[in-house]
């Protein structure tokens, strides 16, 4: 589990913030009126049952998806007004990886680099840094296509942060993986939260949200839980996430 330490943003260490941020799509409501701040370094989870409105926002805060209204900052840059900005301060793992399967290890870091404005040597350094950092100098030259699960998220976290972005958006990254692969998968994010990046990952796992330095509970397209593991267990006198999860459930049908 996670030290419990205090993330409280101020507007001077502020790395993500959301303010009233809406999507409808017609008459459906996919997020309602949420609003967050998330500190420099921070691990920041978003907690909720599959259709709850996670990968709406997420894909708002990364400049993907127009807000219907309110607004929101990603690295001082407006999402809808600066969304160029915003994608090259951010690292983007989607639920399905964005691999190319016919590309090998090495050729999937070189094309994401390359999106990324990466060349030459330093494209060259940054894939070196990459392969080791993830153990995966032995598998550079197979196909993505042929990599277990865990090695694909593997390489997916790598292709997302090889240009070192300051804020990471991890959208359900250990979806169907193993539970010694998402141990791992956590090792590295406590590593770059370490180093100073933002992390703001979502999740369906209710143990992964120990993990977080704060949380926030989604039901519905709206925020009815904000705040650090310890605080919400206690504040919702229950033992674990997960009993936390379902009384929270349990009020929003009351």
């Not at 997302?160 to 998402?182: C, K, N, Q, W, Y």
């Amino acid at each position: 589990m996670v030290d419990d330490r205090r993330h409280t943003a101020t507007a001077a260490d502020t790395a993500v913030e959301a303010i009233e941020l809406t999507r409808r799509f017609g008459s459906f409501t996919a997020v309602d009126r949420v609003s967050f701040r998330v500190a420099t370094g921070e691990i920041f989870g978003f907690l909720g049952s599959n259709g709850a409105g996670k990968t709406t926002t997420i894909r708002m805060l990364c400049g993907l998806l127009t807000p219907t209204s309110g607004r929101a900052q990603v690295a001082g840059f407006d999402v809808a007004t600066q969304s160029d900005a915003v994608r090259q301060r951010i690292g983007y793992m989607s639920q399905l990886f964005s691999l190319y399967p016919d590309l090998t290890v090495t050729e999937n870091l070189r094309f994401f680099g390359g999106a990324y404005d990466l060349h030459g040597r330093p494209l060259q350094e940054a894939a070196a840094r990459i392969l080791a950092r993830l153990d995966l100098e032995a598998l550079r030259h197979r196909r993505a296509a042929d990599l277990p699960l865990g090695w694909k998220q593997r390489l997916a976290l790598g292709c997302a942060m090889l240009h070192e972005p300051p804020i990471l958006f991890l959208d359900e990254p250990t979806a169907g993986v193993d539970p010694i692969s998402r141990r791992r998968f956590w090792d590295q994010i406590y590593a770059a939260a370490d180093g100073g990046t933002t992390v703001f990952v979502t999740t369906h796992y209710m143990d992964e949200a120990e993990y977080c330095h704060r949380l926030s509970i989604m039901t519905a397209g709206r925020i009815v839980a904000l705040g650090s593991p310890s605080d919400l267990k206690a504040e919702h006198d229950a033992e674990t996430i997960e009993q936390l999860f379902v009384k929270l459930a349990a009020e929003e049908e009351n």
